[in-house]
């Protein structure tokens, strides 16, 4: 059991914020064709950086 940063899709309005603000490379990544990240749950370490800077609440720290 751990905790992971996960998508709201219908939230994420593509500003790329949350990928600046983790500290761990290719968790989050940038889907040009959808306009929305995605994040690698199984690289997340589930620090909740991404969540705090996300302005739309597309982001949230779940248990996986």
Do not use: W
Not at 17 to 40: A, G, H, R, Y
């Amino acid at each position: 059991m751990y905790f992971a940063a996960t998508l709201h899709k219908d939230k994420c309005i593509g500003c790329k914020l949350c990928i600046s603000s983790c500290p761990d490379p290719n968790v989050i990544d940038f889907d040009v064709e959808q306009k929305i990240v995605k994040i690698n749950e199984e690289r997340c370490k589930g620090c909740g950086l991404c969540v705090s800077i996300c302005p739309k609440d597309a982001l949230a720290i779940a248990q996986s």
